[in-house]
Nanobody, 123 residues
Framework: QVQLVESGGGLVQAGDSLRLSCAAS????????TGWFRQAPGKEREYVAA????????YYTGSVKGRFTISRDNTKNTVYLQMNSLKREDTAVYYC????????????????WGQGTQVTVSS
C-alpha cells in the first residue's frame, strides 16, 4: 500500500508563492505518475498537474500554465508543486494522487490519494 502525505498549504496573498510537497511512503510506486488535483467549495475536482516517473512528461491545466511547476525527487519519494503568482481562484484543497501505470494525460485512473492540504489566497 502507498501512503501519500501533502504539506505546504497555507494562507497567502494574491501574487505570493507556495510550494506543496507530496511525500510517498509504504510500497512506493516506481515507474508511475503523480498528479495534483484541487477542489474548491462547490466545484468539481480539477486536474491541475502531473508528472511521470522520469520527469520527462508533465501536464498542466490551462489556468496554471506558466505559474505552476511540478517536479519530483525520486531519491526522496517526493513530488513538488511550485505555485507562483497565486490568484484568488487558486483557493482550494489540493490533493496529491498516484498511479503505477498510465500517462500524465489520463486523469481518472489514479489509485492512491492523499488527505489534501488547504491553499487559501486572499486579495
Amino acid at each position: 500500500q502507498v501512503q501519500l502525505v501533502e504539506s505546504g498549504g497555507g494562507l497567502v496573498q494574491a501574487g505570493d508563492s507556495l510550494r506543496l510537497s507530496c511525500a510517498a511512503s509504504g510500497r512506493t510506486f516506481s515507474g508511475g505518475v503523480t498528479g495534483w488535483f484541487r477542489q474548491a467549495p462547490g466545484k468539481e475536482r480539477e486536474y491541475v498537474a502531473a508528472i511521470s516517473w522520469s520527469g520527462s512528461s508533465t501536464y498542466y491545466t490551462g489556468s496554471v500554465k506558466g505559474r505552476f511547476t511540478i517536479s519530483r525527487d525520486n531519491t526522496k519519494n517526493t513530488v513538488y508543486l511550485q505555485m507562483n503568482s497565486l490568484k484568488r481562484e487558486d483557493t482550494a484543497v489540493y490533493y496529491c494522487a498516484g498511479k503505477n501505470y498510465g500517462t500524465t494525460l489520463v486523469r481518472n485512473d489514479y489509485v492512491y490519494w492523499g488527505q489534501g492540504t488547504q491553499v487559501t489566497v486572499s486579495s
